[in-house]
């Protein structure tokens, strides 16, 4: 029987760089256009955004998107 790959967990740090800038979950979500619920969501690894989110959440932040999210294997 052939063996299962583990599965990847998307972890990432928008908690961290919303405290670091000192700005809201509700002004963070009126800026990148998406809901406080949706930010919310994300931050607390319930929902893994499309890679279009993705993409303008380091943008805002001016930041590569591996610095705004990673991978890790779950080990599951």
Not at 18 to 38: H, N, P
Not at 62 to 76: R, T, W, Y
């Amino acid at each position: 029987m052939p063996k299962s790959s583990p599965r990847l967990k998307i972890v990432n740090r928008l908690r961290v760089f919303r405290a670091e800038r000192r700005i809201t979950q509700e002004e963070l979500a009126k800026e990148i256009g998406v809901t406080r619920a949706t930010i919310i969501a994300i931050e607390g690894g319930g929902y893994n955004p499309s890679l279009e989110l993705a993409f303008r959440l380091a943008r805002h932040f001016d930041a590569d998107i591996n610095e705004l999210f990673s991978v890790e294997e779950d080990g599951k």
